[in-house]
């Protein structure tokens, strides 16, 4: 089992930042490859960002890419995502997940965060 919390979302204006951090928990979290999704009102839970067990390859949604950075620190059982220049089509709850695979679909993911709310305002 794999627990995950996210933290760091919140309003902020368009063209701003914001850091979102998932802490980890339970089983080792260095083997898992970690991902970052989004769910819009009446959207479907979408890929932004994933990256894999020790950090060295990352993969972007084209919605996103030059603008959000995934990263994490194996040693501190957490992973980031840092978003610059926000647009206010980027406002949804963003989700970390944990996965046995380096994978950008959802349904290959074994472990879920509650989510946390970004709203970008314009």
């Known amino acids: 089992q794999v627990q995950l919390v996210e933290s760091g979302g919140g309003l902020v204006q368009a063209g701003g930042s914001l850091r979102l951090s998932c802490a980890a928990s339970?089983?080792?979290?260095?083997?898992?490859?970690m991902g970052w999704f989004r769910q819009a009102p009446g959207a479907e839970r979408e890929f932004v960002a994933r990256i894999n067990w020790s950090g060295g390859s990352t993969y972007y949604a084209d919605s996103v890419k030059g603008r959000f950075t995934i990263s994490r620190d194996n040693a501190k059982n957490t992973v980031s995502l840092q978003m610059i220049s926000l647009k206010p089509e980027d406002t949804a709850v963003y989700y970390c997940?944990?996965?046995?695979?380096?994978?950008?679909?959802?349904?290959?993911?074994?472990?879920w965060g509650q989510g946390t709310q970004v709203t970008v305002s314009s």
């Open positions: 339970g089983r080792i979290f260095s083997s898992y490859g």
């Open positions: 997940a944990a996965s046995r695979w380096v994978t950008i679909h959802s349904s290959e993911y074994d472990y």
